[in-house]
Nanobody, 125 residues
């Protein structure tokens, strides 16, 4: 059973930084580094989950326009971890952030195979 566990959420003032981390377990035959794209999505109450960033097994990354230049996604295939460095945070970045295993490098909840439970990020003005 695949499990994704996030950490690193919290509260910060606008302009500040946070780093989210995700540890993946349960992949068989070392598939974490051989097959899966990984990503971060976020959700605010009353809205659908939206893709933030995604990274393939080679390290190539894509970003949503609203975080381009501010956020950076990375992964360590040896440790089965996924990180999201968030800089120059804005109040509109306030959301629950989810680590996800994707079956394609697409910023859409429809391509998620597995979800983490999420961590809250709150940015105050």
């Amino acid at each position: 059973q695949v499990q994704l566990v996030e950490s690193g959420g919290g509260s910060v003032q606008a302009g500040g930084s946070l780093r989210l981390s995700c540890v993946a377990s349960g992949y068989t035959y070392n598939r974490y580094n051989s097959r899966y794209c990984m990503g971060w999505l976020r959700q605010v109450p009353g809205k659908e989950r939206e893709g933030v960033a995604a990274i393939d097994r080679t390290g190539a990354a894509i970003y949503a326009d609203f975080v381009q230049g501010r956020f950076s996604i990375s992964r360590d295939n040896a440790k089965n971890t996924l990180d999201l460095q968030m800089n120059r945070l804005k109040p509109e970045d306030t959301a629950m952030y989810y680590c996800a295993s994707l079956r394609a490098q697409v910023l859409s909840a429809r391509y998620v195979d597995y979800w983490g439970r999420g961590v809250q990020v709150t940015v105050s003005s």
